[in-house]
């Protein structure tokens, strides 16, 4: 068989190849480094995690070293609202308050009507994916008139999401709350500044509850921390077709 490359050109070859993993060790490296030496805009970071310690609520298993956890939980303070509806109180949000629920500061149920044992909050509307625009707007109204200060971060997650707190927070704690920000799975049709999709949750900073503005919310090597779907979806490559909307969505 004729060879297809001279000895020369194989060399080239074996050089461009050493050229291309060097690269990506020293751009990785330095990702590495940037996400561990990341300085914190609103407050210190080291500060939050040296300060004391109290157990998250008693949520973690005795013999786990819970102090970043517990510290973070006592400074970057995450109120949850949780949008459902009569119709999944009792299938689907009761289960967020017995799971992830527990660990925000505070969770509350949003509801178009209260229910009989008083769990969720009535917001006089209607129910329906159309009424979805105005069961959020009253949702938020009712957060900044009675918990504006009693948190720092506001989240939104649907009954059918899942948020892992602990991670929240430690994205959050690097940002702060006095500035006009929110993060999230940042969609772009519609409108020119894209859009957090609402499956995924996003949460707001305390200032961004008073206006909205869009943040990163990508981590230190540009992977999303916010996902739509449940996770296989977002594990198994290829499960999503190409053709599928949720790619002309994207960033
Ligand atoms: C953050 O806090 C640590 C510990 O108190 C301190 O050593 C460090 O200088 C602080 N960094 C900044 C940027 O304030
Ligand atoms: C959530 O759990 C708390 C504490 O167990 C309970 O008092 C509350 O009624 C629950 N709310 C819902 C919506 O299930």
């Known amino acids: 068989m004729a060879t297809l490359c001279s000895r020369s050109c194989l060399s080239f070859l074996f050089g461009v190849l050493i050229g291309i993993f060097s690269l990506y060790f020293?751009?990785?490296?330095?990702?590495?480094?940037?996400?561990?030496?990341?300085?914190?805009?609103?407050?210190?970071?080291?500060?939050?995690?040296?300060?004391?310690?109290?157990s998250e609520?008693?949520?973690?298993?005795?013999?786990?070293?819970?102090?970043?956890?517990?510290?973070?939980?006592?400074?970057?303070?995450?109120?949850?609202?949780?949008?459902?509806?009569p119709n999944t109180l009792q299938t689907k949000a009761k289960h967020v308050n017995a799971t992830w629920g527990r660990h925000c500061n505070?969770?509350?149920?949003?509801?178009?009507?209260?229910?009989?044992?008083?769990?969720?909050?009535?917001?006089g509307t209607g129910e329906?994916?159309?009424?979805?625009?105005?069961?959020t707007i009253r949702a938020f109204q009712y957060v900044h008139r009675h918990h504006l200060h009693s948190a720092d971060w506001f989240l939104k997650a649907d009954d059918d999401t899942f948020m892992v707190l602990g991670n929240l927070?430690?994205?959050?704690?690097?940002?702060?709350?006095?500035?006009?920000?929110?993060?999230?799975?940042?969609?772009?049709p519609y409108v020119k500044q894209g859009y957090m999709s609402g499956g995924a949750g996003y949460v707001?900073?305390?200032?961004?509850?008073?206006?909205?503005?869009?943040?990163?919310?990508?981590d230190s090597l540009?992977?999303?921390?916010?996902?739509?779907?449940?996770?296989?979806?977002?594990?198994?490559p290829g499960i999503l077709p190409k053709s599928f909307w949720?790619?002309?969505y994207c960033y």
Request: proline content about 4%; glycine content about 8%; some cysteine.
């Open 26 to 54: 020293i751009t990785n490296y330095f990702s590495f480094i940037r996400h561990f030496s990341l300085q914190p805009e609103g407050q210190n970071r080291s500060e939050v995690l040296a300060l004391g310690i109290q």
């Open 57 to 85: 609520r008693g949520l973690i298993p005795s013999g786990v070293d819970s102090a970043m956890a517990d510290s973070l939980y006592r400074h970057v303070r995450v109120l949850c609202w949780v949008m459902t509806g």
């Open 106 to 123: 505070t969770v509350l149920f949003m509801s178009s009507a209260q229910d009989s044992e008083g769990l969720s909050i009535g917001l």
């Open 128 to 135: 329906g994916r159309d009424q979805l625009y105005w069961k």
């Open 169 to 188: 927070r430690w994205l959050l704690s690097a940002h702060s709350p006095d500035r006009p920000v929110y993060f999230g799975k940042r969609f772009k």
């Open 204 to 218: 707001l900073s305390r200032e961004a509850l008073r206006r909205f503005v869009a943040g990163d919310s990508r």
């Open 222 to 236: 540009s992977r999303e921390t916010f996902h739509p779907f449940i996770p296989e979806h977002h594990l198994i």
């Open 246 to 248: 949720y790619w002309s």
